[in-house]
């Protein structure tokens, strides 16, 4: 009786001490520089590489979800992207931007699976770094550090862009919209996977919602969400879209994600404990942030939003005021 009141104990200061490392430790979106700090730092300790692999998003486990292993869920994904998205017949050698590329898992895959010659950028020197080192020789995958608010290529530079789950961070949607579609060439394809918000134009946040979706913006350095219409109608917008952005909902293909992810940290202490106390800390403080994406996601305030689009041949007006107004801003 007395050992069992000793684990409760322990139990129950772990889980008080968490939620006050949770709260006192958010990662308040300021600039893109926190952003970039928080991806170095998660590349530097290597605890989420341990548990996510290459890929730091979602797996895609199928309609209805299927068991499988986490790691193969998330390597699935990208071809399922690639599927979904018309890319798996494209000529080899076909130049492809992958932005926000992570540590490039999914520029590996195109690379190697597809013949893609694929540049990934982020704002994250390490990521940079670890994505370099994990390219074998021969592999058609570069990597550079690179804004997506305010890219540094051309104008119609690449075949195809690529992006997955990387417009969270991005402050302002409307230009990162215009930048994915700017440095696409005529005639290329968009294809986008995000973390989206309900439309709340249709349907405003709740009383629960509202503070759920603060945490989930705050932790884990993200301005805002949009939503799948709201920004399909943003590349709309742009006069760079060859008639309409084509959308779907994977939100119950990547919703076992969420529980995946604490459970391999379950079953895989190992990765928490070879950093000691200060891993088993930090790996405890996502559990609620997980959580929370959990319940958003299964309860319809959050959906994973999948975009794609042709730019077209003939840019309308609205694409030229872009391409002035992102002059103006180099």
Not at 63 to 68: A, L, V, Y
Not at 136 to 142: E, K, L, Y
Not at 196 to 202: A, G, L, T
Not at 289 to 294: A, K
Request: hydrophobic share 45%; proline share 5%; with cysteine.
């Amino acid at each position: 009786m007395n050992l069992l009141l000793l684990a409760l104990s322990a139990t129950a200061a772990i889980l008080v001490g968490s939620i006050a490392l949770y709260l006192l430790s958010a990662r308040r979106y300021q600039s893109s520089d926190t952003v970039a700090d928080s991806y170095d730092e998660w590349t530097e300790d290597g605890i989420l590489e341990f548990y996510w692999g290459e890929h730091i998003h979602l797996g895609h486990y199928g309609s209805p979800p299927r068991n499988t292993d986490f790691l193969v869920a998330k390597s699935d994904f990208v071809h399922e992207m690639v599927r979904w998205g018309g890319l798996a017949d494209l000529p080899a050698g076909t130049k492809v931007l992958d932005v926000g590329c992570g540590i490039g898992g999914s520029s590996r895959i195109l690379a190697k699976d597809y013949d893609l010659d694929v540049t990934g950028v982020t704002i994250s020197p390490k990521q940079v770094e670890r994505a370099t080192l994990l390219t074998p020789p021969g592999v058609t995958a570069r990597f550079a550090v690179d804004d997506a608010m305010n890219l540094s290529f051309p104008d119609a530079s690449f075949d195809v862009v690529w992006s997955v789950e990387a417009g969270p961070h991005m402050p302002d949607k409307a230009v990162f919209a215009k930048e994915l579609l700017r440095v696409l060439k005529p005639g290329g394809k968009l294809v986008v996977a995000d973390w989206n918000q309900r439309d709340d134009r249709q349907v405003p946040l709740n009383w629960w919602e509202q503070p759920v979706m603060t945490q989930l913006l705050d932790q884990w350095a993200h301005p805002k969400f949009s939503s799948i219409e709201g920004f399909s109608e943003l590349l709309e917008e742009t006069g760079y879209v060859d008639g309409s952005v084509t959308t779907a909902d994977w939100t119950a293909e990547t919703l076992p994600s969420w529980l995946h992810t604490i459970w391999v940290g379950i079953i895989r202490p190992k990765g928490w404990m070879q950093y000691g106390i200060a891993g088993f800390l930090k790996s405890v403080r996502e559990v609620p942030t997980i959580l929370l994406m959990r319940l958003a996601f299964g309860a319809g305030l959050c959906r994973f939003g999948m975009f794609k689009a042709v730019r077209a041949e003939v840019e309308s007006p609205l694409a030229e005021v872009g391409a002035t107004q992102n002059k103006n801003m180099s």
